[in-house]
């Protein structure tokens, strides 16, 4: 718009020239993308991580079966049995029942409360191959319930939250840079758009033309979540 004035357009503040706000505007649209781009990445290991958890229920039950029936000590039976309750969000104490099925929820949104199931269910899981891991006489004949298979899923969970946790904390800076030069700063895009129509209207005159071109662009700070 600003450029549609021609040499009219002439501001003695230099933040109000063309060329700045060319620059502004890039600047922002830069911001922009990276909260794009930072945000693909992000939900893509949420739903990479979620789709790995979503399996870890049925598996642990496969597995507290198949140690059941392998001969194993009777303490690490019940060992690995209480672990899988856990898993499974269960528990003999009523209380205690009531917390490990909050706390086990397993969502694809980022909280605060997903985020400590996932790590609860990552330790859980750790715990009762460690449990397992003590029995010389646990050898299933399927290879996705063998120690070795477990032990690389295992190591999938710890990376899958590691890696959720890295791409959030990129998200929320990437949001939090485009708020600051959209919203938050002194002199940020919205505050300078708003000194533009000052100009302009001191320029041409309230009722004028050009001021009625630029005036329809309502210029308003809202409430910005920064994650």
């Known amino acids: 718009v600003c450029t549609g004035y021609g040499k009219t357009y002439n501001p003695a503040n230099s933040e109000l020239k063309v060329n700045f706000l060319t620059n502004k505007y890039n600047d922002v649209k830069a911001t922009m993308e990276n909260v794009t781009t930072t945000k693909a990445i992000f939900d893509r290991a949420t739903g990479e991580r979620?789709?790995?958890?979503?399996?870890?229920?049925?598996?642990?039950?496969?597995?507290?079966?198949?140690?059941?029936?392998?001969?194993?000590?009777?303490?690490?039976?019940?060992?690995?049995?209480?672990?899988?309750?856990k898993i499974q969000g269960k528990s003999s104490s009523k209380t205690e029942n009531k917390e490990s099925a909050l706390s086990l929820t397993i969502k694809k949104?980022?909280?605060?409360?997903?985020?400590?199931?996932?790590?609860?269910?990552?330790?859980?899981f750790s715990n009762c191959l460690e449990v397992i891991r003590q029995s010389e006489i646990y050898n299933p004949n399927e290879e996705d319930l063998k120690l070795v298979s477990l032990r690389e899923l295992s190591d999938k969970l710890y990376h899958q939250n590691a890696e959720v946790k890295r791409t959030y904390n990129n998200y929320k800076t990437a949001m939090i840079e485009r708020n600051k030069i959209m919203y938050n700063d002194e002199r940020s895009m919205a505050q300078i758009a708003k000194e533009v129509k000052l100009y302009v209207k001191s320029l041409y005159g309230g009722h004028s033309a050009e001021y009625k071109q630029i005036g329809i662009c309502n210029i308003s700070i809202p409430k910005v979540n920064t994650l």
């Open 50 to 85: 979620y789709e790995t958890f979503a399996g870890i229920r049925p598996l642990c039950t496969r597995i507290t079966n198949s140690f059941k029936i392998s001969g194993a000590d009777k303490t690490l039976i019940r060992r690995v049995n209480s672990l899988n309750n």
């Open 109 to 124: 949104k980022h909280n605060s409360t997903s985020e400590q199931s996932f790590r609860k269910l990552a330790d859980h």
